[in-house]
């Protein structure tokens, strides 16, 4: 089973066609069924209202109740993506979601999160332990060049109390611990390929996959390109149908740490 949790002004009709497409395009088996956790989630000058909504002790109960009743039909495999604002709804509701998994003795089989508008150190010091506990098989992606968290990024940096300041979706190289408060500091605003490996971090047990340099089907937002892309519509694939890591999926090279990136050419390259 696939659980969808959508991002901020996506409409049930239009993110039903989104995940139909990518179910389509990357040739998902016929025993993954796609389920929709469609949250008031707002439309364009909404924001606020979403970002509180999200949040809430409310939307956590309904989210957990959700799983409580996909659990009580018999599904034991469940595979969740979030995307955006959807991730901050999922991690603020972990906890309750927790409670109906352990009730249960079941864990997620893989969780994702698409261009996650979700506090980074939030989720490197509180929700990742506890999410690693009933989920063995996180996948990160994110975009330093996703312009609509860099919006949110500068809006929230100029009202805090809307929002977030470091959302996880543009810090590919930030998943990881440090000693040294500089050191981390350095990891997470790095562009690109900045953190090397001889600086003493410890990297947390999930896979990053820094989608920077893609080009091809990516609108001029980059926020939400997961269906359209046919790098990342095959990687989910095999994330969610055959359930491999990065280091086992043939379209990804290694960075550093727990970093990787596709093997795709950036558009302006003409000539090798």
Not at 59 to 87: K, Q
Not at 97 to 122: G, M
Not at 158 to 170: D, F, N, Q, T
Not at 231 to 252: G, H, P, Q, S, W
């Amino acid at each position: 089973m696939l659980v969808w949790v959508p991002g901020y002004n996506a409409c049930s009709s239009d993110i039903s066609v989104a995940v139909a497409q990518l179910l389509a395009l990357g040739a998902f088996t016929a025993h993954i069924k796609p389920f929709i956790f469609a949250w008031p989630n707002g439309r364009e000058l909404s924001h606020p209202i979403a970002t509180k909504l999200c949040v809430s002790q409310e939307m956590g109960l309904h989210l957990a109740s959700f799983f409580e009743s996909v659990l009580d039909a018999g599904v034991v495999h469940i595979h969740v993506l979030a995307h955006s604002m959807g991730a901050r709804l999922l991690l603020t509701a972990l906890p309750e979601v927790v409670k109906v998994l352990s009730a249960r003795s079941v864990k997620l089989a893989s969780c994702i999160f698409l261009n996650a508008d979700h506090p980074l150190e939030r989720f490197v010091h509180t929700d990742y332990a506890l999410l690693r506990a009933h989920c063995h098989h996180i996948t990160i992606y994110a975009d330093v060049n996703d312009r609509a968290l860099w919006y949110s990024h500068v809006v929230n940096s100029l009202i805090p109390a809307w929002g977030i300041h470091e959302p996880l979706g543009r810090y590919p190289y930030g998943f990881c611990y440090a000693n040294d408060t500089s050191t981390i500091a350095e990891a997470r605003k790095a562009w690109r390929r900045t953190l090397r490996l001889e600086q003493q971090v410890d990297y947390l047990d999930l896979d990053v996959v820094d989608t920077s340099s893609l080009d091809a089907n990516v609108h001029g937002l980059r926020h939400a390109y997961f269906n359209l892309n046919p790098f990342i519509v095959d990687d989910l694939a095999e994330i969610v149908t055959m359930r491999k890591r990065a280091c086992m999926r043939l379209k990804l090279t290694h960075c550093v740490g727990n970093v990787w990136t596709f093997l795709a050419a950036p558009g302006h390259v003409q000539d090798v």
